[in-house]
Every structure is written in structure tokens, then in C-alpha cells.
């Protein structure tokens, strides 16, 4: 009987373990600044990210919310969402792709692990592929994700009009905290 019980334990534990390998969050941070000298910042943050990581195979999703992105001023809030993004027509940015060096990353081991991603994302209804370099920070049953990289706004369809050109980058820096939970 003995046995019959360390065994099913051991079975349970190593389906556990198989089972184990999702992380996920709906509360990352990601910000953006599009902003150029001497004129007032261009940027806004967003907490409505979602997030999920498969560690077994290195699959990474997020999405963003655009109506979520918070700025200091309500009428750049605006600007940014009726005539840049147009939120109403492409409501959310994703990019789904992969951890291309999973091999260099212990999720079993806390650390601070390099990580490179690649895939495709998609802002303003436009598809495009990237590749980010960031961190993966692992504490016992939490991954926090780290990146911070640019796009061009022209290569995502977004138009920048004459009267404001001199205020606004043509490239946009993206920085992303996602703290992953183990599901």
C-alpha cells in the first residue's frame, strides 16, 4: 500500500511539473515616449497589459489595450487615440512570438537570465516583425519580464501631420515590466 501511494504521489508530482509551465499576468506595464527636446513629453503609460509565457516551449504573448494608455494631458489622451492610433478602429497592439535562447534560461533557478525575442508585432492594424533583447528575472514561481526597444511610427502606419512634426519623434520608445505568476 505504501508503495501504491509513493508512486501516485510521484505521478502526481511529475504531471505537476509538465503542467506546470504557464506564467501569465493582465497588469504589466508598458510605456512609450515619443518624445523630442525641448517641447513637452510625449508619453504615456499603460497597466492593462496582458501577458503569457509557456516556458516549456518559449511561446510569449502579450496584448495591450491602446485606450489604456494614460497620459498626463487628457487633450494628448485624445489626440493620441482619434487621430494617431485610432483606437476605435485597431483597439489593442499584440505581439506573439518566441524566446529564441529558452535553452540560456532556468526557470527552476532564481536568477537574472538575458533574453531574446522574436516574432510579430502588430500596432495600428500593421504587422511587422522584431526582434527584442531583455531580461528575465526568476523568483521561485514569478518570471519579471524586462525590455526596452524602439519602432519607427512610419513603419506601423502612423502618420505624423505637418503642423505638429517639430514636437513628435518618428520613432517611439517602448519599455515593458511584466511580472508573471506560474498558472
Do not use: C, W
Given at each position: ?27 504589466g ?14 508619453k ?23 485606450k ?6 487628457a ?60 531580461t ?12 526596452k526597444?524602439s ?33
Amino acid at each position: 500500500m505504501k508503495k501504491l501511494l509513493l508512486t501516485v504521489g510521484f505521478l502526481i508530482a511529475g504531471i505537476t511539473v509538465v503542467f506546470a509551465q504557464k506564467y501569465m499576468t493582465r497588469t504589466g506595464k508598458i510605456s512609450f515616449d515619443a518624445s523630442v527636446p525641448s517641447t513637452p513629453e510625449v508619453k504615456a503609460i499603460n497597466d492593462e497589459m496582458a501577458n503569457i509565457l509557456d516556458a516549456k516551449t518559449g511561446a510569449i504573448i502579450f496584448e495591450v489595450p491602446i485606450k489604456s494608455f494614460k497620459f498626463e494631458r487628457a487633450l494628448m489622451q485624445e489626440h493620441f487615440n482619434e487621430n494617431y492610433m485610432e483606437s476605435d478602429k485597431y483597439p489593442k497592439s499584440d505581439f506573439r512570438g518566441n524566446i529564441t535562447n529558452l535553452g540560456e534560461i532556468n526557470f527552476t533557478k532564481d536568477g537574472t537570465y538575458n533574453a531574446k525575442v522574436s516574432g510579430k508585432l502588430t500596432i495600428h492594424g500593421v504587422t511587422n516583425e522584431i526582434t527584442v533583447a531583455g531580461t528575465a528575472t526568476i523568483e521561485g514561481n514569478r518570471i519579471l519580464l524586462k525590455a526596452k526597444f524602439s519602432v519607427k511610427l512610419k513603419d506601423y502606419n502612423i502618420s505624423i501631420p505637418s503642423i505638429v512634426s517639430d514636437k513628435l519623434s518618428r520613432e517611439a520608445t517602448i519599455t515593458l515590466e511584466s511580472g508573471l505568476n506560474l498558472r
